[in-house]
């Protein structure tokens, strides 16, 4: 049993929204700040967002910023992705992931090496395609 599973991916057309949703387990969520993390075919890791434990502050990727917006819910051990205003380019593979005591530089710098977090999922296909 996985520690995260994302879900509500799939098929959109450009302009169109999505939700992501990430159930944590099997750890304690509400310590953790999470990431949201995208992976498109041939290309590398990227980082979308991400959010501290508390919920309060949010980070986001120039390229997602305005469109998408991250948060959680503690009492539902989940993190979410609403995403908007879809675009081709934002097909990719989205994975959650959790990390402890992260800075706004480890975040934007660091968010998209596999190394920085303790957990993530298997991920939720995105398409974006009319």
């Known amino acids: 049993e996985e520690n995260l599973a994302e879900s509500g991916g799939g098929l959109v057309q450009p302009g169109g929204s999505l939700r992501l949703s990430c159930a944590a387990s099997r750890f304690t969520f509400s310590n953790f700040d999470m990431s949201w993390v995208r992976q498109a075919p041939g290309k590398g890791l990227e980082w979308v967002s991400g959010i501290k434990s508390g919920g309060t502050t949010t980070y986001y990727a120039d390229s997602v910023k305005g469109r998408f917006t991250i948060s959680r819910d503690n009492a539902k051990d989940t993190l979410y992705l609403q995403m908007n205003s879809l675009k081709p380019e934002d097909t990719a593979m989205y994975y959650c992931?959790?990390?402890?005591?992260?800075?706004?530089?480890?975040?934007?710098?660091?968010?998209?090496?596999?190394?920085?977090?303790?957990?993530r999922g298997q991920g939720t296909q995105v398409t974006v395609s009319s």
């Open positions: 992931a959790a990390l402890l005591g992260a800075t706004e530089g480890d975040f934007v710098k660091y968010g998209g090496n596999w190394d920085l977090y303790m957990y």
